[in-house]
C-alpha cells in the first residue's frame, strides 16, 4: 500500500463532494444543449429521466465498490481483470481525470475572462487555480471533503435566491405545453441529459474512504438528487424566461439569463457577479477531485507517494487545458470527454462486476 | 529566542510583498476614465448607413450629494455614423475620451425609417453579443429621428433614465408592457410578429404615443397603432394593470381598471381554428359626468356596467380588425395560445402563421365588474 494516511470521511461528506463534483461547467450550457436535441419545452422531464439513468449505473457501480472495501477501482480493476488490462482500465481512468479536470479549468477560465476579469491572459486564471489545487490536495480526502462542506452551503443559497429573483422574466407559458409532441422528442435528449450526470462515477474512488461504506448507495442517491434539483430549477427558469427559441441561441444561456433582469430596491440589482463567484467555486471544487483522483490513481498503480504525483500533474494540467485554441474547439473537447464517458462508465463497471460475479472474486 | 526572531523576519518579508503584490486589482480602470452609456439611439443615415446616438452619463465635478440641484445638463450625446454598430463605436472614440462602458444602458431606440428598412435581428446582433450590454435593456421604436428622443430642455434629466422609468412603472393601458432585449430575442427567434412601444416627441420632450408592428417573418416594422388601438391590445393580452375606460354614452363615465384577467381558448376542428377570447376587468367608478345618478341602486351599476363593457368591446374588435384586416399579423399571441393547447396543430400552421390568422374567426366576450364607486354614491339635480 501507498504511505499516505488513510482517512475517512462521513456520509454526509460523501454526498457533498459527490453533488459538488457533478455540478461542473455543464450547468451553464445546459438549457442550450438538451434543447437542441428535444426541441420543446419538455426539457426538464428529459433531465429527470437522465437522472434516473444515471442513477441505475450508479448502483452498478456501488454493487461492484461493495464487493472490495478499503480498495479503490485502480486495485481491483487488477484484482478481477488480471494485471494488463486492469491497468489500461486503470489508465484511461486516469487520463479521464486529468483531462476532465483540464477541461473545467479551461472552461472556467473563460467564463472568467467573459464575465468578471476581462483583461486578464488565461494563465493568469489558471495557474492560481492549479496551485491552490495543489495545496489542498495534498492534504489528502479528509480536508477536500471538509472544504466542499463550506463551500456546498453557499452554493445552495446563492444559487437558489439568484434564480428565484429571476421569477421577475419567467413565464410559465414558455415552458407550455408539456409532452405537446408526444414522448419522442423527450427521450432524443437522454444521451444529453444522463451525460450531464456524469461525476457520480467518483463512487468507485471515494468508497474506500467511507466510515460507513453500507451507507454508500444512499449517499450516491442523494447526492444524485441534489444535483438533478439544481439542474431542473435552472433548466426551468432558464427556458422559463428565454423560450426554447431564445436559449439555443445562446453561448452560455444561464449567464444570459442572470444578466436580463435587474431587482430593485435590494441592496445589489445585479446577481451575474455573485452566481458566476459560486461558480467558479463549484469548479474548483469539480477540477479538485478530478485532479485528486488522477493522481490518486497513478500513485495506486505505481505503488508510490502520491505526493509525487500531485506535483508532476501540474504541468500537465496545465498544458492540456491551454491546447483548445478556441472556445469552439474548447466545447469539442467536452464532447469528446462526454462521449468517452457515455461509453467507457456505462460498459467498463458493469463488466466488472459480471466478471467479478462469475470468477467469484472479493475482497 | 532566535528561531522565533527568524519566523519574525519571515513573516516581515511575506507582509512587505503582500504589499508589492496586492496594491491593485489587474484590470483597474479609473471610474474617471469611463463613460457610461445610459441609452443609445439608432437611426438611418444616407448611402445606407446608420448612425448610433451614444448618450453618456455626465458625472457631477462638485459636491456629489446634491445631485439633484446642479442645473446643469446631466448626459452628452455622441453620435457617429457607420455601416454597422462597432465601427461606430470605435468612431467614437476619435471625439470623446475614455472608454465606452455599457453596462448600465438602459433603454436603445430604433429610428422608424431604420425599422422600417433594416432586419432587427441584425441590427441588434451587437447588442446580444456583446457582455457588457445586458438582456434587460429596453427597446423602443421612434417616431421619425430616434435621436431627438434622447433629448430634453430640462435640466437635471438624463432622458434614457426618465424613458425607461415610465416603461418600467407602465401605468396606464395607453401604452405597452415594457419589452427586453430578452423578451424581443425569443420574439424574433421564434418568427412571431410582436409591438414595441412608439416614443414621440413633442417640443423637444420625449412622449409615450402608440405602438411600432414589427412583423415577424422578415423582423421590420410595417405599421403602428394609436393610443386607443393600445388600449385594446392591453385587454386582449391583459398586459396592463392600470388605466381607464370610458363608458359609451353622452356624458362620460370613466372606469378605473383594477385588474384584468383575460384568456384565449383556441379550437381546431380538422382544418378549421377559431378562437374565443374572454376578458374579465374589474374596477370602479372613478369619475361621474351625469347630471343625475344613484349609484347605491344596483341597477344603475349594472346599466354602467353595460356601457363600459359597449365600449371595451369596441376597443377589441378595433384592435382585433386592425390586426386581421390592415396589418395582417398576430401580435396578440393568439399562435402562442394554439401552440400550447394544440402543439399539433400549430406545427401545421406556423410556418405562415400571421396569414393564416387574418381569416381565423374570434369570438369575445367581455364582462365588466364594478367593485365600488369612491365617496360620491348619489347625485339630483
Not at chain 1, 81 to 96: A, D, E, F, M
Not at chain 2, 52 to 68: C, D, F, N, R
Not at chain 2, 94 to 114: M, R, T
Amino acid at each position: 500500500m501507498t504511505k499516505q494516511k488513510f482517512d475517512q470521511i462521513t456520509t454526509p461528506q460523501t454526498v457533498v463532494i459527490i453533488s459538488n463534483f457533478i455540478l461542473g461547467i455543464g450547468i451553464l450550457t445546459l438549457p442550450r444543449t438538451v434543447t437542441e436535441k428535444v426541441k420543446t419545452p419538455d426539457g426538464w422531464i428529459t433531465i429527470i429521466l437522465g437522472g434516473i439513468t444515471a442513477l441505475l449505473v450508479a448502483i452498478i457501480m456501488v454493487k461492484l465498490a461493495e464487493r472490495f472495501p478499503g480498495k479503490s477501482i485502480f486495485q481491483y480493476s487488477n484484482e478481477i481483470t488480471g494485471k494488463v488490462i486492469g491497468s489500461v482500465v486503470s489508465l484511461c481512468i486516469i487520463i479521464y481525470y486529468l483531462t476532465l479536470s483540464s477541461f473545467e479549468l479551461r472552461a472556467m477560465s473563460e467564463t472568467t475572462r467573459l464575465f468578471l476579469l476581462q483583461g486578464t491572459p488565461n494563465w493568469a486564471i489558471i495557474l492560481p487555480f492549479i496551485w491552490i489545487g495543489l495545496y489542498l490536495i495534498t492534504g489528502g480526502i479528509n480536508p477536500i471533503a471538509r472544504m466542499f462542506e463550506i463551500v456546498f452551503p453557499i452554493t445552495i443559497l446563492f444559487f437558489l435566491l439568484v434564480m428565484f429573483l429571476g421569477i421577475k422574466v419567467f413565464d410559465i407559458n414558455n415552458l407550455r405545453p408539456v409532452m405537446g409532441m408526444g414522448v419522442m422528442p423527450v427521450m432524443k435528449g437522454l444521451t444529453t441529459t444522463s451525460l450531464s450526470f456524469v461525476g457520480f462515477e467518483i463512487i468507485l474512488i471515494i468508497y474506500m474512504y467511507m466510515k460507513e461504506p453500507t451507507r454508500a448507495l444512499k449517499a450516491t442517491v442523494i447526492g444524485l438528487s441534489i444535483s438533478l434539483v439544481f439542474y431542473c430549477v435552472t433548466f426551468i427558469m432558464v427556458i422559463g424566461a428565454l423560450s426554447i427559441d431564445g436559449a439555443v441561441t445562446q453561448t452560455w444561456p444561464v449567464l444570459t439569463f442572470i444578466r436580463s433582469f435587474e431587482i430593485s430596491g435590494l441592496f445589489v440589482e445585479r446577481f451575474d457577479s455573485l452566481l458566476l463567484v459560486i461558480w467558479i467555486m463549484q469548479l474548483f471544487t469539480t477540477f479538485a477531485v478530478c485532479y485528486y483522483a488522477a493522481a490518486l490513481g497513478l500513485s495506486h498503480i505505481f505503488n508510490k507517494n502520491i505526493n509525487l504525483f500531485i506535483y508532476g500533474l501540474a504541468p500537465l494540467i496545465y498544458i492540456v487545458s491551454m491546447m483548445p485554441r478556441n472556445i469552439n474547439e474548447m466545447f469539442q473537447l467536452g464532447s469528446v470527454i462526454g462521449n468517452f464517458t457515455l461509453y467507457f462508465f456505462s460498459c467498463v463497471p458493469v463488466l466488472l462486476l459480471l466478471i467479478s460475479l462469475m470468477r467469484g472474486k472479493q475482497s | 529566542m532566535n528561531k522565533q526572531r527568524m519566523k519574525n523576519v519571515w513573516v516581515g518579508v511575506i507582509l512587505s510583498l503582500n504589499l508589492i503584490l496586492l496594491t491593485s486589482c489587474w484590470s483597474y480602470r479609473p471610474i474617471e476614465d469611463v463613460n457610461f452609456v445610459a441609452g443609445a439611439a439608432l437611426d438611418a443615415e444616407k448611402g445606407g448607413k446608420i448612425s448610433s446616438t451614444l448618450q453618456y452619463v455626465v458625472p457631477h465635478e462638485k459636491g456629489g450629494g446634491q445631485a439633484g440641484m446642479s442645473g446643469h445638463k446631466q448626459y452628452e450625446n455622441i453620435k457617429e455614423v457607420g455601416d454597422a454598430l462597432e465601427p461606430i463605436g470605435w468612431e467614437t472614440t476619435l471625439k470623446k475620451e475614455g472608454s465606452i462602458f455599457g453596462a448600465h444602458e438602459k433603454i436603445v431606440v430604433i429610428g422608424e425609417e431604420l425599422a422600417r428598412k433594416i432586419d432587427m435581428e441584425q441590427l441588434v446582433d451587437l447588442y446580444y453579443r456583446d457582455i457588457d450590454i445586458r438582456g434587460s435593456t429596453l427597446v423602443f421604436i421612434a417616431d421619425g429621428k430616434a435621436d431627438k428622443t434622447l433629448e430634453s430642455e430640462a435640466p437635471d434629466i438624463v432622458p434614457s433614465y426618465r424613458i425607461n422609468e415610465i416603461a418600467i412603472q407602465q401605468l396606464s393601458t395607453r401604452m405597452l408592457r415594457q419589452t427586453s432585449l430578452v423578451v424581443m430575442l425569443s420574439k424574433m427567434e421564434s418568427d412571431s410578429s410582436f409591438v414595441l412601444q412608439r416614443l414621440t416627441t413633442e417640443k423637444g420632450e420625449v412622449k409615450f404615443d402608440g405602438a411600432a408592428v414589427i412583423k415577424g417573418k422578415t423582423n421590420k416594422l410595417i405599421g403602428f397603432l394609436n393610443k386607443k388601438e393600445i388600449e385594446g391590445l392591453n385587454l386582449i393580452t391583459g398586459d396592463s394593470k392600470t388605466g381607464s375606460i370610458r363608458s359609451q354614452g353622452k356624458k362620460p363615465v370613466y372606469f378605473q381598471i383594477q385588474q384584468i384577467k383575460s384568456k384565449i381558448t383556441p379550437y381546431v376542428k380538422g382544418e378549421n381554428i377559431s378562437f374565443h377570447l374572454n376578458v374579465s376587468i374589474d374596477g370602479r367608478i372613478a369619475e361621474d359626468w351625469k347630471q343625475s345618478f344613484n349609484l347605491f341602486k344596483d341597477s344603475t351599476l349594472k346599466q354602467v356596467e353595460k356601457e363600459v363593457e359597449k365600449e371595451a368591446d369596441s376597443l377589441v374588435e378595433h384592435t382585433i380588425n386592425r390586426m386581421q384586416d390592415d396589418l395582417g399579423v398576430d401580435i396578440a399571441g393568439f399562435g402562442n395560445e394554439l401552440r400550447i393547447h394544440h402543439p399539433r396543430a400549430w406545427q401545421r400552421v406556423k410556418k405562415d402563421w400571421d396569414e393564416r390568422f387574418k381569416t381565423t374567426p374570434v369570438t369575445t366576450n367581455i364582462n365588466i365588474h364594478i367593485t365600488d364607486y369612491g365617496m360620491i354614491g348619489e347625485r339630483n339635480k
